[in-house]
């Protein structure tokens, strides 16, 4: 639901927040022609995003860099936990 506001003073007016500019009515307490749209948007995003790398030498069967980084979503509880590669971990 939008929510119009005279821009000026701030009191709320009972006009659509779709009426052209040049319709609008003075506002009542202050006679500004300025408005201040008001938009309530209640929605809920969850985002779960996950990376991980791994890095290995034309020779070498184990990588030497191996890392998951994001957020993993636990399948039962729903909750958020991070998982980041240990600091330690050497790139070459
Ligand atoms: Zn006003």
Not at 26 to 54: D, H, Q, W, Y
Not at 61 to 69: A, D, L, T, V
Request: net charge positive; with cysteine; hydrophobic share 35%.
């Amino acid at each position: 639901m939008n929510i119009v506001r005279c821009g000026k003073c701030g009191i709320t007016l009972n006009e659509a927040s779709n009426i052209q500019p040049d319709k609008r009515l003075a506002c009542p307490s202050c006679g500004s022609m300025c408005r201040l749209f008001e938009v309530n948007i209640t929605e809920n995003v969850e985002i779960g995003e996950k990376l991980g790398v791994k890095a290995k030498r034309a020779n070498a069967k184990k990588p030497f860099m191996e890392q998951i980084s994001g957020v993993d979503t636990h399948e039962q509880s729903s909750w958020y936990f991070k998982t980041q590669a240990s600091p330690d971990l050497k790139l070459w």
